[in-house]
């Protein structure tokens, strides 16, 4: 079964691009780089514009959030529940929801990777492979700490509604249990997925699949963020409603000045 895997995940890696992007990933952003961990969260310092009333609340359950994902057990979630920003309960179901959708799985999804692992060309469970798998590691954990941040904002604007009747379900204030269900974890991986820019592959445009993604690869995040502020009058991201627009262009000029826009 081990040889059948490794064979299958060699044979998806043999793409010269992915090859190409992987390696070129690895240089740029991988190699143990420390400084990933901060240059790839100013995402998280990007959203505080979104809710600046209740961002510091977001930041408070981040790492106790984070703690739930390397320690499953009931009880150490029952205790650090108490010590949350929430209702123990809420905060409960709120991480056992993030545990059920992957979203801090981190690895090829991303856009800048486009499904490429780390065993392109070099096969998998070779040396080099495993360096350059945890070569990413700051990296990855940087993304990782963006996506629970994102789930959590998610998490509060989906329970504490929006008061925007073109919203999802309304914009109306949904309870626990209403949270749990399919169509709402849905909406929660969406708004996930938005508020960390859409980062991933599955949102790439077309510049950034085959042979455009090589000179493009590193420009994913300033064209997210530029399409995300933009009118939709003039080709924006319809995702995020004028308010948002204005409060992300806001926090980016406030953060950076005028370089803080691409």
Partial sequence: RTAVAKGALNL???DPISALKGFSFDLKLGLFDPSQLIIQTQTIAALFALNPTRAHRYMMDAPLMRYAVVNQSDEMLAYIAKRSGMEAKDFTAMVKSMRQSGITDINGELIMLDHNASSAIVGVGSVVQDIRSMGRIPFFEAERW???????KSWDDLRSGTNNPNAFRGGKPQSIKQ?????????????????TMNMTSASAAFWQKGILSIPTQFLSYQARLFENVLPVILGGNRQWSR????????????LYGATGFP
């Fill in 12 to 14: 998806m890696d043999k």
């Fill in 146 to 152: 963006n996506r629970i941040y994102a789930w959590r």
């Fill in 179 to 195: 949270m749990m269900t399919p169509d709402v974890q849905v909406e929660m991986a969406r708004l996930t997925d938005k508020f």
């Fill in 243 to 254: 308010s948002e627009k204005a409060r992300l262009f806001i926090g980016q000029i406030f």
